[in-house]
């Protein structure tokens, strides 16, 4: 574990190229929210050399297609200007929304579906002009039942609610704990599916480009349009979204401010349920997770507010990386392992994690998008009983990108 140290200054950072770096040791660090110039992101991909691209057919043909294959069986699909760079499964699961994405997922994965003739995985990211080839869809073709006017009423209603911000390209939602961001085993009421209400004329509905974990408050971005979860994607792959989360833990660390670098992979526990271990480099399944936290604020060195800057973004990273160093989250069930230790009277048995603060490039402009998430109540219960100030200098905005 590594130290980061950088000049406090009082207030928000500054945002953008103009923004100053402060020093450390070794190299400088760039501030928190830094973005790179315009025109320095990952080019578009290139095309093979000597395949020409077909011609790209409209949305009313692409429609008709779709149709055409629940119908009739095997169909050949070309990947149009608006779909490049999308996921294999992602594209399917835009071009049939009637199909289940795990039905989707296991074609991909049987080999029963080809790109340009070859087999593929469901995470192979397309080229315009590409051809798809589906097999015959079995699925069962009864209309589903229509979902009801009160309940997508309420769905959008309580989306506005939650939202921090919106234009026509994308939203971000102040995601409340305990609800899940996607549907899975017993999880019949979920973000993903909440977005059916906000469905454009074209059938559209706003995507994901992130995840939360259910019980992890605060920002969630998501994208309204195709063009922008592909670039908000993009974003997130090459690493030029910053992201800042809050917790309450237990112990204050030894050395205020530090990086964390372990591997991760998951390990099956008793009950069927799983999570995420640190692991040697090697290990089957083993992804390497950086971290860098801030102490910001304890309590008579029994309780610390951290501040966490994930740079890669494993599953449970931060949960995992900050029971690793012996100082897991306050009412985390799965990392929590600090032996015959009480909660503090007033203090709520609920994760103490929140999704504080994302700036993101914004996928039309490249400017930069800077939200910030208010303490959920439980939080702001804690914070309040602490005497913490969730206002004060944030000094995670020192640590650097990588």
């Known amino acids: 574990m590594s130290v980061f140290r950088g000049n406090r200054r009082p207030g928000k950072p500054a945002i953008g190229a103009e923004a100053g770096r402060p020093v450390r040791t070794a190299r400088p660090a760039k501030p928190f929210g830094s973005t790179k110039p315009a025109g320095s992101s990952r080019p578009a991909a290139v095309k093979p050399a000597g395949r020409a691209v077909a011609a790209v057919p409209t949305k009313a043909e692409q429609k008709a297609e779709a149709s055409a294959a629940l119908a009739t069986g095997v169909q050949t699909l070309t990947v149009s200007a608006d779909e490049a760079d999308m996921r294999l499964d992602r594209f399917l699961t835009a071009r049939f929304p009637q199909l289940p994405f795990t039905h989707i997922q296991r074609i991909v994965r049987k080999g029963e579906l080809r790109v340009d003739g070859k087999r593929a995985k469901p995470n192979e990211r397309l080229l315009e002009g590409q051809t798809v080839r589906v097999p015959p869809l079995k699925i069962d073709d009864r209309p589903a039942a229509p979902r009801s006017l009160k309940h997508g009423g309420d769905d959008l209603a309580f989306l506005k609610s939650i939202t921090l911000y919106e234009d026509k390209d994308l939203l971000v939602l102040n995601k409340p704990m305990g609800l899940a961001v996607q549907g899975g085993s017993g999880t019949t009421r979920h973000v993903d599916g909440m977005l059916e209400a906000m469905r454009d004329k074209e059938g559209q509905k706003p995507r994901l480009v992130h995840r939360l974990d259910k019980d992890t408050a605060g920002c969630l971005v998501i994208a309204k349009t195709r063009f922008a979860a592909t670039a908000l994607a993009k974003s997130f792959r090459s690493r030029s979204a910053r992201k800042v989360y809050w917790a309450l833990v237990v112990g204050v660390p030894r050395v205020k401010q530090g990086r964390i670098s ?109 939200i910030t998430a208010p303490l959920p109540p439980h939080m702001q219960q804690s914070w309040n009983l602490l005497g913490f100030d969730a206002g004060r200098f944030d000094p995670i905005v020192e640590a650097p990108d990588e």
């Open 262 to 370: 372990t591997y991760l992979a998951r390990e099956e526990v008793s009950g069927g349920d799983a999570r995420m271990a640190v692991a040697q480099h090697g290990d089957e399944g083993a992804s390497h997770a950086v971290t860098y936290y801030a102490l910001v604020d304890n309590v008579a060195q029994k309780l610390a507010w951290l501040s966490l800057k994930p740079v890669t973004g494993r599953t449970h990273q931060l949960r995992a990386h900050t029971a690793h160093i012996g100082h897991p989250i306050i009412g985390d069930p799965k990392y929590f392992n600090v032996e015959n230790w009480e909660l503090p009277g007033g203090i709520q048995k609920k994760l103490h994690l929140l999704a504080r603060r994302i700036v993101i490039p914004h996928p039309r402009t490249g400017k930069p998008l800077d």
